[in-house]
T-cell receptor
């Protein structure tokens, strides 16, 4: 049981380049989310999804796109990378985003460290 | 809006001393509160949640609605407790209008236990 798998672990981009951070979970979790972690800023929610075909914006969505075509996968796309997007990105999932047992007990991936030059 | 404040960026204590990591929140409804922990080179993981009323690794946290606080406490710190600790709040979407429950994290407190 792999849990939440993120790829790549490290990535260096030039300003203006695009890339996709991959996230996959094998726990049949309904809820998936992306956070960025910056020094002194804690974890901030970028986008989230409560199920396949449903996505919504979090606190800091600008510059990022997401889609949820399957329950297992929730990729995060940077269309035109900027130095301000240099960060560590975490994907997290939970049983449910709409309440009930296990809701908001997040399982995190190992993180993806992105540097934009 | 929901907000979580962790006033201390860094907290250093000696081994065997009591530990208290402070967390205050702002939310107009009845929130659910959590503590997550990130040990060095490990993933973020749930430490405890207020509705469970558990003691995990000797840590406890009590929700004080009057003071809007959820401080994390341990009577005797151990070296292996050194980590980054995040307090988090989940609000009811019926109040926030959001599409689902969302976790809002504080900025984190780095706990360093000195041998």
């Amino acid at each position: 049981n792999a849990g939440v798998t993120q790829t790549p672990k490290f990535q260096v981009l030039k300003t203006g380049q695009s890339m996709t951070l991959q996230c996959a979970q094998d726990m049949n979790h309904e809820y998936m989310s992306w956070y960025r972690q910056d020094p002194g800023m804690g974890l901030r929610l970028i986008h989230y999804s409560v199920g396949a075909g449903i996505t919504d914006q979090g606190e800091v969505p600008n510059g990022y796109n997401v889609s949820r075509s399957t329950t297992e996968d929730f990729p995060l796309r940077l269309l035109s990378a900027a130095p301000s997007q240099t960060s560590v990105y975490f994907c997290a999932s939970s049983y449910s985003g709409t309440g009930g047992p296990g809701a908001n007990v997040l399982t995190f991936g190992a993180g993806s460290r992105l540097t934009v030059l | 809006a929901q907000r979580v404040t962790q006033p201390e960026k860094l907290l250093s204590v000696f081994k065997g001393a009591p530990v208290e990591l402070k967390c205050n929140y702002s939310y107009s409804g009845s929130p659910e509160l959590f503590w997550y922990v990130q040990y060095s080179r490990q993933r973020l993981q749930l430490l405890l949640r207020h509705i469970s009323r558990e003691s995990i690794k000797g840590f406890t946290a009590d929700l004080n609605k009057g003071e809007t606080s959820f401080h994390l406490k341990k009577p005797f710190a151990q070296e292996e407790d050194s980590a980054m600790y995040y307090c988090a709040l989940s609000g009811n979407p019926a109040y926030s209008g959001a599409g689902s429950y969302q976790l809002t994290f504080g900025k984190g407190t780095k706990l360093s236990v000195i041998p």
